[in-house]
């Protein structure tokens, strides 16, 4: 049985590699390890002192379920046996015994359910983990369902370690014992493909990136008034004439492959149908809209270009209808969001075919609007699904919705408590804690100066938001979960994961492992930030591009560069 060397800096030069190697790499990062370096963290764990050789484990399981089989074989081929033979960040092995006490050989994964592989809210996520110390030791991942199990995969493997001495992978702090699950339901990600056109191998990228981190919803937000990228069999003219090209489209069978991809890494993926407002690009049909694309856009909407569906035309029903009638088929999460957000009233005030329809009618122009968002949503229900809207139909139009409408909220953290007064089940997305699009100007490529931009969410005041804030248990409890948003102004696929990790990462921790841990103790950001630096570096052995947290000195020594609150 081999020991490792362990050299202590004050007697010598030697690094950690235990060569002479002076310089800034000779210097161990120092990083206590006070919580195991698993991202998000469990809810319940307990780890001993023995460390172990992992360098050759076979994993015995059911190989019915096609989406563990590609599990197995993606975190086998690749995820397990990551080397950095010069991290930023070296493993503090300090912390677990400096002899290695056996050899983990075999990982076992038992699910009770195997063949149900329903993905829905209330699916059964928990798993437990367990790594014995034994010379011949093993490892068992038990869930109740595959989503668990893949959960159980993810979190083994962070414990494996590479060390750049023993030229082995290891694990440390055996035996583990580990019980978890997630704390919110709903943890997702809106990706805006809208904005600027994602091909599908990026869109992959994220969902991967997304299941590292457990997140459990990707958000497509496919359309908006910039483009209509979607073929749609009923009417093909919306993205011949809304695309920005026919290369920036996504067909049918684009989206049936992005949720059986997203689906195999436990990700869920929920449509949004952007109407009446952000519907420039639909005008590829004729007749179903109003004040589009006007110059100077002020006061017809929000964002250029101007353009706003025709509420008073049965056109615009039908087509609206047609489209729905597609994606819930192409989607088939039990949730449809319905958008609903950022109407500009001013856009059908001045268009007189909708004025003439309000006259006629002898109704106003807020009742019209109540009118077409009431019928759409209905013909959602009528297809199966939970309609799921922005905050601005209850908060701002004050529509009475079914009280099983998912209200997702981003206007400021107050809507959280406005939205659950009334009785909602909310989504929190607060744009002043969890948009990941802010802080880098006004997307205006105009020459105006001074134009200024919404505040930059740090990773540290987005891990401190907390959702339940100023709300009593009973508003507390109808949050389901929350959402980091990615809208696309200003990033593309040349950009998207350097602003979209590790800075999302500490919203998927608060919405797996919540805000203490089993003890009642808070879960800190002095704490987090020992394992978010470690995290960040295995995204970027894993391929994926997290932006960096601070410079490189304070990266490997982060103790060194807490600095007080200014």
């Not at 096609?66 to 046996?81: H, S």
């Not at 209330?122 to 030791?137: F, M, N």
């Amino acid at each position: 049985m081999k020991a490792i060397v362990w050299v202590s800096l004050a007697a010598t030069v030697s690094s950690v590699l235990g060569y002479a190697k002076p310089g800034i790499n000779s210097v161990p990062a120092d990083n206590p390890v006070k919580q195991p370096w698993i991202w998000p963290l469990p809810q319940h764990w307990d780890r001993g002192q023995a460390t172990l050789d992992a360098s050759h484990i076979k994993v015995k399981y059911d190989h019915n379920s096609g989406i563990l089989r590609r599990a197995v074989q993606r975190y086998t081929k690749d995820l397990f046996y990551q080397k950095d033979d010069y991290p930023m960040i070296p493993y503090n092995w300090t912390t677990t015994d400096n002899h290695i006490a056996g050899a983990l050989h075999t990982l076992t994964i038992d699910v009770a359910n195997i063949h149900n592989e329903t993905l829905g809210m209330d699916t059964d996520e928990s798993y437990e983990l367990t790594v014995s110390d034994k010379k011949k030791a093993s490892a068992t991942i038990s869930a109740k369902t595959v989503y668990g199990a893949l959960h159980g995969l993810e979190t083994f493997s962070q414990m494996i370690q590479w060390n750049p001495e023993e030229r082995r992978h290891l694990i440390p702090n055996a035996p583990w014992k580990i019980s978890d699950y997630p704390v919110y339901k709903y943890r997702g990600l809106l990706l805006d493909t809208a904005r600027h056109y994602y091909p599908l191998e990026n869109i992959k990228k994220v969902i991967e990136t997304m299941s590292w981190n457990k997140f459990n919803v990707l958000h497509w937000h496919m359309i908006d008034s910039t483009s209509f990228p979607y073929v749609s069999k009923a009417y093909p003219e919306l993205a011949l004439k809304g695309a920005y090209s026919p290369r920036h489209v996504y067909t049918a069978n684009n989206i049936r492959e992005i949720v059986q991809f997203a689906k195999d890494h436990g990700v869920r993926v929920i449509t949004e149908l952007e109407a009446p407002g952000h519907s420039t690009a639909w005008f590829g049909v004729d007749g179903i809209m109003s004040c589009y694309d006007k110059v100077p856009y002020f006061g017809l909407t929000v964002q250029p270009p101007s353009g706003q569906l025709n509420i008073a035309s049965q056109k615009t029903k039908k087509v609206v209808n047609a489209i729905i009638d597609e994606w819930t088929e192409l989607f088939p999460d039990q949730f449809f969001h319905a958008s609903g957000d950022e109407v500009v009233m001013d856009c059908w005030g001045n268009d007189t075919s909708v004025q003439a329809v309000l006259k006629e009618r002898g109704i106003t122009l807020q009742e019209l609007f109540n009118e077409f968002v009431v019928d759409m949503h209905k013909y959602i229900r009528s297809k199966g699904k939970t309609v799921m809207a922005w905050e601005e139909s209850v908060l701002k139009y004050n529509l009475t919705l079914p009280k099983d409408t998912l209200i997702q909220v981003w206007e400021g953290s107050e809507g959280v408590s406005k939205a659950t007064s009334k009785g909602y089940k909310v989504v929190v997305s607060s744009n002043n804690y969890w948009y990941l699009d802010v802080g880098f100007g006004k997307p205006r490529s105009n020459p105006y100066p001074d134009v200024a931009g919404a505040g930059f969410n740090h990773w540290n005041r987005m891990y401190s938001y907390d959702m339940r804030a100023n709300l009593t248990k009973a508003e507390s409890d109808l949050i389901v979960g929350g959402e980091a948003a990615v809208f696309g102004e200003l990033i593309d696929q040349t950009n998207y994961e350097s602003r979209i990790w590790p800075r999302a990462s500490t919203v998927s921790h608060v919405l797996w492992s919540g805000y203490e841990n089993s003890k009642g103790e808070p879960l800190t950001s002095a704490d987090a930030i020992l394992r978010l630096l470690p995290w960040r570096e295995r995204m970027l052995l894993r391929g994926t591009m997290a932006a960096p947290l601070n410079q490189g000195w304070c990266t490997r020594n982060p103790l060194h560069c807490f600095q007080p609150a200014e």
